[in-house]
């Protein structure tokens, strides 16, 4: 078995409203052992034998849309990736203690250079990203409501499905779950 956290995008959000025991149901009527969801922002912890993620992911969304009727992006990460995501340091440490914010778009696929340029132009004093693997990195220097960027901005330009969380929420994740 492996435990699994997916990542899911337009929970309690814009008046999509699920409680987390009717989400915890909907996994279990896929297989998933062991559901758990994590705050109410769509982050769902499962085990589950191997098997091709991207598929994996697929078969989440598809059910998620049938039974709640609106589509909800789903990115899976392994517990080890989710603390590897958290370590990880994308800026500077100064940037890092210095700034207001730091948030983590998951990503089905890895950007492609395209898609890296086009990010790069969000960048601005308020603003920076970098990118790692199926992650991109939003470093927001002042509030999130003083910044022109936003998930809706990136998935259009971008013309990709992503969901952000901030680093709090990924690092709580990865510590609760690091001896999984």
């Given at each position: 078995?492996?435990?699994?956290?997916?990542?899911?995008?337009?929970?309690?959000?814009?008046?999509?409203?699920?409680?987390?025991?009717?989400?915890?149901?909907?996994?279990?009527?896929?297989?998933?052992?062991?559901?758990?969801?994590?705050?109410?922002?769509?982050?769902?912890?499962?085990?589950?034998?191997?098997?091709?993620?991207?598929?994996?992911?697929?078969?989440?969304?598809?059910?998620?849309?049938?039974?709640?009727?609106?589509?909800?992006?789903?990115?899976?990460?392994?517990?080890?990736?989710?603390?590897?995501?958290?370590?990880?340091?994308?800026?500077?440490?100064?940037?890092?203690?210095?700034?207001?914010?730091?948030?983590?778009?998951?990503?089905c696929d890895p950007l492609k250079e395209e898609a890296k340029i086009a990010l790069m132009k969000f960048k601005t004093e308020i603003d920076d990203f970098h990118t790692q693997n199926q992650e991109v990195y939003w470093l927001c220097r002042k509030k999130q409501s003083d910044s022109t960027f936003s998930n809706t901005s990136f998935e259009r330009r971008l013309n990709i499905k992503t969901t952000f969380r901030g680093i709090s929420t990924i690092r709580k994740l990865a510590a609760k779950y690091s001896d999984c």
């Open positions: 078995m492996t435990r699994f956290i997916a990542f899911l995008r337009a929970i309690n959000v814009g008046g999509h409203r699920v409680k987390m025991e009717h989400l915890r149901t909907l996994f279990e009527e896929l297989g998933f052992i062991n559901v758990e969801t994590f705050i109410s922002s769509g982050n769902v912890i499962f085990d589950f034998l191997p098997k091709d993620v991207k598929a994996l992911e697929k078969n989440i969304e598809s059910h998620l849309h049938k039974m709640l009727g609106y589509e909800v992006a789903t990115f899976i990460r392994t517990t080890n990736q989710v603390i590897a995501i958290s370590q990880y340091k994308p800026f500077s440490d100064f940037e890092l203690t210095e700034n207001i914010a730091l948030n983590v778009a998951f990503l």
